[in-house]
């Protein structure tokens, strides 16, 4: 897939899309690891903003997000996208 998130960083070929959300690469690094290892396809971010856009964009199984961003945390990061259509 073409850039899924403001990095465009993106991992693995098959099984459940993942976005993961942590403004720690270390973090987003061992996320990444371990789900691809059992077939997941990661896209990381490391912002809210970024997550939104890679949510809309590669309509993923799952949003490993980090409770507390700089921009923006968990609590609005789910009104967002209940909010959307697209992304119930």
Do not use: C, K, W
């Not at 270390?26 to 903003?49: C, D, H, I, W, Y």
């Not at 997550?51 to 949003?63: G, K, N, S, Y």
């Amino acid at each position: 897939m073409g850039p899924a998130a403001g990095r465009g960083l993106t991992y693995g070929a098959t099984g459940p899309r993942i976005v993961v959300v942590d403004v720690e690469p270390l973090v987003r690094r061992a996320l990444r690891t371990e789900l691809t290892r059992q077939g997941s396809t990661v896209f990381e971010t490391a912002t809210g903003e970024e997550a939104l856009r890679a949510v809309t964009q590669v309509h993923p199984d799952l949003v490993a997000l980090e409770f507390v961003l700089p921009d923006l945390g968990a609590g609005p990061f789910g009104l967002i996208m209940n909010d959307n259509g697209d992304t119930r």
